[in-house]
């Protein structure tokens, strides 16, 4: 492993809730990282099963503490939802760059170099890739196998790079990334941009559609986050509320969308592509398998229009 002096700090922010059976396997991947700079932050929400001591545990051995410039393992007062645990461990955090990551799933061993790599060759500040599911047993799940709100969404971003002239407007129909897990990020730009909102299932999709605006997106087209699926994800446990707070995101976008300050000049506004602005929407919709609000939006945007 290169000397870590010669790397930027990367801190690796981990929200942890009720996964004493997982958070070992997350953390174990951590610490087999190519990448040599690490600070691990733990942000344990109140779980009632042994989270906090299981991680307490791992993180005693000497060979733990020589992996990672820092450690910190903190517990919220209050159970207070991912969005909170993420801000809290990134406030506490140092490192220039923020990868974040869920305490039931797993890194591939070279996620952070790639990612930090692609960060910096695309010039940008904010980076995702490719990502697998796996079952309990770290096995691959196939796609016909996973829960019909996430079949097609493994290969969205492939979808979009293909059909669209820039990666960030599939941002627009859904969280390409997966999960907040899936990101990794430049401290600068969530300086900017600002926290997590509290939402309890579209938080990750509301921060990325705020980045966008700031930067456009590098994706790297390798399975370097596996994403574990079972019977306790957040997605099967609150998706009823997802179409709720979707309009809310919806509704993000569409007042950022007015805003003249937009940075990304690759931003999927009308202002940035005024001539085939209608054509990568129509595009966008018919490709559009995360969410509905989009779509709602859109429709009740036009019949404000006609009737004014």
């Given amino acids: 492993m290169s000397n870590p002096a010669d790397h930027e700090l990367v801190s690796v922010v981990i929200p942890a809730y009720k996964h004493a059976s997982y958070i070992v396997a997350a953390l174990s991947s951590v610490a087999e990282q190519t990448y040599p700079n690490l600070e691990l932050v733990i942000v344990d929400d109140c779980s009632p099963d042994a989270t906090l001591e299981v991680a307490a545990e791992w993180l005693s051995s000497p060979e733990v503490d020589s992996r990672f410039a820092s450690v910190l393992l903190l517990k919220n007062e209050t159970n207070s939802g991912a969005h909170a645990s993420i801000n809290r461990g990134i406030l506490e955090s140092k490192g220039a760059v923020i990868s974040l990551m869920n305490s039931d799933d797993l890194y591939h061993p070279e996620r952070i170099s790639k990612l930090v790599a692609a960060i910096k060759i695309n010039r940008t500040e904010f980076a995702f890739s490719r990502v697998r599911a796996i079952d309990d047993d770290n096995m691959a799940i196939p796609p016909w196998r996973l829960p019909d709100s996430l079949r097609n969404v493994f290969d969205f971003a492939d979808q979009v ?9 599939g941002f627009l129909a859904q969280n390409m990334a997966v999960s907040t897990g899936n990101f990794v990020f430049k401290r600068e730009l969530y300086e900017r941009i600002g926290q997590f909102k509290p939402l309890l299932y579209v938080h990750d999709w509301e921060f990325v559609l705020r980045a966008i605006f700031e930067c456009e997106p590098a ?16 997605f099967s446990q609150l998706s009823h509320v997802g179409e709720i707070e979707g309009l809310i995101v919806a509704e993000l976008f ?32 018919m490709l559009n398998v ?19």
């Fill in 161 to 169: 790079s293909a059909n669209f002239p820039a990666l960030s407007f």
């Fill in 219 to 234: 994706y790297v087209d390798e399975d370097l986050y596996l994403y574990r699926i079972h019977n306790t994800n957040s």
């Fill in 254 to 285: 569409y007042r950022l969308s007015r805003n003249k300050a937009i940075r990304n000049i690759l931003a999927p506004v009308p202002d940035n592509w005024p001539t085939v602005w209608e054509i990568y929407k129509e595009r966008l919709l």
């Fill in 290 to 308: 995360g969410s509905m609000a989009i779509r709602q939006k859109t429709q009740q945007n036009k019949r404000v229009c006609k009737s004014k």
